[in-house]
């Protein structure tokens, strides 16, 4: 499985972006699809996480309410869309895939991943 993360660059404080993701290779419905980030001189985190079969999500709860994730299946991509954007989201933004359908409580466990896409900058900043 491939991942090609694109869409990211500088916005102002306050204002929005998208990111996607595409998937090619072997996807299947036993796939969960998350975005993890990371800002310079931190651990990459868990942004948010759904589960591609039946669409559960988990977000952080630092993003909850302000990004959203959401797929189109027939594209084998997924969206983030971000809001309400701060400064403190500036990170490199990873899209990654797992071959199973993880539980939520598992979703934000980055080892739990095995495909991982090259990331793509979000910079917020006045």
């Known amino acids: 499985v491939q991942l090609q993360a694109s869409g990211g660059g500088s916005v102002q404080p306050g204002g929005s972006l998208r990111i996607s993701c595409a998937a090619s290779?072997?996807?299947?419905?036993?796939?969960?699809m998350g975005w993890f980030r990371q800002a310079p001189g931190k651990e990459r985190e868990f942004v948010v996480a759904?589960?591609?079969?039946?669409?559960?999500?988990k977000y952080a709860a630092s993003v909850k309410g302000r990004f959203t994730m959401s797929r189109d299946r027939a594209k084998d991509t997924v969206y983030l869309q971000m809001n309400s954007l701060f400064p403190e989201d500036t990170a490199v933004y990873y899209c990654a895939a797992a071959e199973l359908n993880m539980i939520i409580g598992s979703m934000s466990t980055s080892n739990r991943y095995q495909y991982w896409g090259q990331g793509t900058q979000v910079t917020v900043s006045s």
């Open positions: 759904m589960r591609w079969g039946d669409g559960n999500l």
């Open positions: 290779g072997r996807t299947s419905s036993s796939f969960t």
